[in-house]
């Protein structure tokens, strides 16, 4: 399966703790986005790369929340000092760098912050 | 007016009918409009998609029609099936970022 991966599926963790999530592309897309989805809601966007360069960050994205893609391969999003308010399922989706911006998500992380 | 409006919430249409979700927008800067279907516990996966120079496009059972005029777009799913019970969510483009409805879950009777 070439889709888009994520590890790890489900992330348990107390209020305080810092957590990091990886995500894998598509392998030929160089354009990966994270987004945040909360229960009965829809995705939310949080940020997005081109290759490594991060291009774009929501408002959402407090200064507990930093992202990284150092090869522009694989991306890593880490949740510093994690609140309750936290929980929710962290997605990554990847896409060519065309006009179609067809994204491909992965499975998710399910973050449950105690 | 970044939003997109769906409805309904939730639908429960009998197994062989026509599954009708309907979405709305104000930006008129959006310029790609997909469809996603997402399974308890999965990533949303991309259903079929639209662009707003199109009024309509057919993949099989799912149909997007699209009315630029009115700033409306809506999914219908043909000869619903058991199997596509999930929860579905249009998006619409701004920028490089999909901006989400809110969802509707299909529950399809067998």
């Known amino acids: 399966d070439t889709g888009v991966s994520q590890n790890p599926r489900h992330k348990i963790t107390k209020r305080g703790q810092n957590v990091t999530f990886r995500c894998d592309p598509i392998?030929?897309?160089?354009?990966l986005y994270w987004y945040r989805q909360t229960l009965g809601q829809g995705p939310e966007f949080l940020t997005y790369f081109q290759n490594e360069a991060q291009l774009e960050k929501s408002r959402l994205l407090s200064d507990r929340f930093s992202a990284e893609r150092p090869k522009g391969s694989f991306s890593t999003l880490e949740i510093q000092r994690t609140e309750q308010g936290d929980s929710a399922m962290y997605l990554c989706a990847s896409s060519l760098e065309t006009g179609r911006n067809e994204q491909y998500f992965g499975p998710g992380t399910r973050l449950t912050v105690t | 007016q970044q939003q997109v409006k769906q409805s309904p919430q939730s639908l429960i249409v009998q197994k062989g009918g026509i599954s009708i979700i309907n979405c709305a927008y104000e930006?008129?800067?959006?310029?790609?409009f997909p469809w996603y279907q997402q399974f308890p516990g999965k990533g949303p996966a991309l259903l079929i998609a639209i662009r707003p120079d199109v009024s309509e496009k057919k993949e099989g059972r799912f149909t997007i029609s699209f009315n630029k005029s009115a700033k409306q777009f809506s999914l219908h799913i043909m000869d619903s099936q058991p199997g596509d019970s999930a929860t579905y969510f249009c998006a619409a483009t701004y920028g490089n970022k999909l901006v989400f409805g809110a969802g509707t879950i299909l529950r399809v009777k067998s």
């Open positions: 930006n008129t800067a959006f310029d790609y």
């Open positions: 392998s030929e897309h160089n354009r």
